[in-house]
């Protein structure tokens, strides 16, 4: 039964819960079994002391198949069939479980589940009842409930819905002497024997807890009291919750832990340690932990320091009255399209207010990050808008202020700069996509220049100089919404331009002198993501079949390089209609295949990539800038648009851990190499005909778009995209 006076219930239902109670082992299994195999489980103690933020944080997190913390644990659809062994082991010790008493259809864990996410060592202990409630996910049905002993069965979304969301539902609590009801939810830190405070279950700490509790940084030496922590010296009770989450590790199933820090999650022994418990909950606002964890550890000057100290509070107002992550992203992108089309007035009216709607729409862009945190909605729909609708606003701001310097006095026409910005901009982010996916596992990862760069980072006026000079998308759209106002859209464009390619060379250079001077071994995983980032269409393929070889340290940079500059040099140099342009592309793809003939292991091969993405895009711009056809760049910029979507959305896969797109899409659509043979052409046969090249540019943007569009939006609705969020804080 729950402790007189505990707020646990109340705690749980605020979390969207329902409680119920069970009396055993038995009648957890006999309640789980009734449980819909789509929807989320979790256990809880009822003797559970802790902050609601603990419990959200173990509780409703959708990105896991599995969560604990102290006293509380919860599973997804996929890890049930883990659970249902480990409770029926609970409950017939030493026996033959009766059919059934694992309750309910079986389901195996996610495959390639990333163990990083938090993995944390087999618990010990006897098992032994000490409560717990269960939650079932059929919203607030009175009934639908699952009972056992310990344990807190929350709800969710299947995994194989679209997303996955708060869970809700019916929860059971059980204590040794009895059932009554008891609410709860959300995320939960444990004590230690020492009364150490369990935070981060990502790795056992030194000296954690045997039940795989884990001590938050800055956690008391034992014996010693901790923020957040019970009374020095105080021991914590025995959880059976804590047994089962050790039995799922033991399964194989990564239970994620979440680091609380501050926060307190305890399960008393007595009295005693009971009412240290509670005063370290009391001492601690969670409140204020939540609104800081809110918002990214590491993100940019202007976005921390001009944006975040408000909108934090923005997104707690959202959260408050229902809306959702993705609600937020959608009015992002309204803001930023109303501000393309005021820049597209080509009136200093219109260009200021589109300086400030672009600065409101950052405002929400950050806001959208920041409500995924505070309320943990985490969805695979999500991932794929905060993907894409950052580049769309920005590419959209570009071409609106292009249609304003058009329409402008003079009729300045930028729009080769507009796309000439498009083009660097994409192949910066390819640089650090490729770079990164190539070296964050590589083992022996060692290098004077990351030292030095490490060294730097504990002075703290070079952490934000070089977090600046990097011009992410805070301070790039800041630049670009006071230039708007205040200047015109060709100023706008060479400032982003010469500032981008500052930040280019800067980014790159670093890379490049780190590549060659660390010793590391590539993954095999890094290998394949670097092959999948080429975007190599049928004619490479052919020519890497022809010409198999093994890997090379250099050699496949050196064939990309050699390449880029043959088309690019052949298009600049033959001028529109030549037939050079198309005997360079030709070469260009020889030299393509043969960049990917052999595993992508050298120190240097992450080049490849944004070196392909810099040869295809170039040459589109050349032949559309030197075209001189009416349409053409903004043809040009279109089609530009429609493959720099296919390799974000190729980027955003990798980096879910799901892989890049069917090979047979990127078959279709020519590769990088096919389309760069194609767009030649069409220079080349229909360079005499009026507005040929504009019609051939725009059906070829049409029929890309489309293409990878349905193939996009099939994916990331599907049971298979991941539910993942930018927490890198890495430059955008």
Request: glycine letters at 10%; one cysteine or more.
């Amino acid at each position: 039964m729950p402790v007189a006076g505990s707020s646990l219930g109340d705690d749980l239902r605020s979390l969207g819960f329902d409680v119920r109670t069970a009396a055993d082992a038995a009648g957890v299994t006999e309640e789980l079994a009734a449980v819909p195999a789509h929807e989320r489980v979790a256990l809880v103690d009822p003797r559970f002391v802790g902050h609601v933020h603990a419990l959200r944080l173990a509780l409703t997190d959708p990105r896991f198949p599995a969560a604990a913390t102290r006293g509380a644990l919860t599973v997804q659809p996929e890890a049930r069939t883990a659970l249902t062994r480990a409770l029926a082991a609970a409950a017939y010790p030493g026996e033959t479980a009766p059919a059934g008493a694992a309750g309910g259809p079986e389901r195996a864990a996610v495959p390639g589940a990333d163990a990083r996410d938090g993995d944390a060592g087999p618990v010990g202990g006897d098992a032994g009842p000490s409560g717990g409630a269960v939650a079932s996910g059929a919203g607030h049905r009175p009934g639908a409930t699952v009972r056992a002993p310990g344990a807190v069965h929350a709800s969710g979304e299947y995994a194989g819905s679209p997303s996955r969301t708060r869970p809700s539902g019916a929860a059971t609590a059980l204590d040794p002497s009895g059932a009554t009801a008891l609410d709860s939810s959300g995320t939960a830190a444990a004590l230690d024997p020492s009364g150490t405070a369990a935070a981060d279950g990502s790795a056992p700490a030194p000296g954690a807890h045997p039940s795989g509790a884990t001590a938050a940084p800055g956690a008391a030496a034992p014996g010693a009291a901790a923020p957040g922590a019970a009374a020095p010296g105080a021991t914590g009770a025995h959880s059976w919750a804590d047994d089962i989450a050790a039995r799922l590790d033991a399964e194989g199933v990564p239970v994620h832990r979440p680091e609380l820090g501050v926060l307190v999650a305890a399960v008393p022994a007595d009295a005693r340690e009971r009412a240290t418990a509670a005063d370290a909950v009391a001492a601690v606002d969670d409140e204020r932990v939540r609104l800081r964890a809110a918002v990214k550890s590491r993100d940019g000057f202007f976005t921390t320091f001009c944006i975040s100290p408000y909108s934090r509070y923005i997104a707690r107002w959202c959260a408050r009255r229902g809306l959702t992550p993705n609600q937020v992203t959608t009015a992002s992108l309204l803001t930023a399209l109303i501000a393309a089309a005021c820049a597209a007035t080509g009136t200093r009216p219109g260009f200021v207010s589109a300086g400030v709607l672009l600065i409101a729409s950052f405002v929400l862009d950050c806001t959208d990050g920041q409500l995924a945190r505070y309320s943990l909605q985490y969805s695979t729909l999500g991932a794929w808008l905060d993907a894409t609708f950052d580049r769309a606003k920005e590419y959209a701001y570009y071409a609106g202020l292009a249609l304003g310097a058009a329409r402008a006095g003079g009729g300045d026409d930028v729009w080769a700069l507009a796309l000439g910005a498009m083009v660097l901009q994409t192949c910066r982010h390819v640089v650090d996509f490729a770079f990164n996916e190539a070296n964050h596992d590589a083992t022996g990862n060692t290098s004077p220049t990351a030292a030095l760069s490490g060294r730097l980072d504990s002075v703290g006026w070079t952490v934000w100089a070089r977090r600046m000079i990097v011009l992410p998308i805070g301070e790039r759209w800041a630049m670009i919404a006071v230039l708007t106002a205040f200047t015109t859209p060709r100023i706008t464009f060479y400032a982003l331009l010469v500032g981008c390619a500052l930040a280019a060379c800067y980014t790159t250079a670093g890379r490049v002198l780190r590549s060659l001077t660390r010793r590391a071994e590539r993954t095999d995983r890094a290998v394949r993501a670097l092959a999948e980032l080429t975007d190599s269409g049928p004619l490479a393929e052919a020519v890497a079949k022809a010409a198999a070889r093994g890997a090379g340290s250099y050699l496949a940079p050196l064939s990309a390089v050699l390449g880029a500059a043959a088309v690019l040099a052949g298009t600049a140099a033959g001028g529109f209609g030549s037939w050079l342009p198309v005997g360079c592309a030709v070469l260009y793809a020889v030299l393509a295949g043969v960049a990917v003939a052999a595993p992508l292991k050298g120190p240097l091969d992450w080049l490849v990539p944004p070196l392909f993405r810099a040869a295809e895009y170039g040459t589109i711009l050349i032949l559309a800038a030197r075209s001189e056809v009416n349409g053409a760049l903004p043809a040009a910029f279109g089609l530009v648009a429609a493959v720099a979507y296919h390799h974000y959305d190729t980027v955003y896969r990798i980096r879910g851990g799901t892989g890049a797109p069917p090979r047979r899409l990127v078959r279709a659509i020519g590769g990088h190499e096919g389309r760069t043979v194609v767009v030649t052409a069409a220079a080349a046969l229909l360079h005499d005909q009026n507005q040929g090249f504009t019609i051939a540019l725009t059906a070829l943007a049409a029929a890309l778009a489309l293409a990878v569009l349905i193939e996009s939006i099939r994916f990331w609705v599907s049971s298979g995209a991941p539910a993942v969020h930018d927490e890198t804080g890495e430059p955008a």
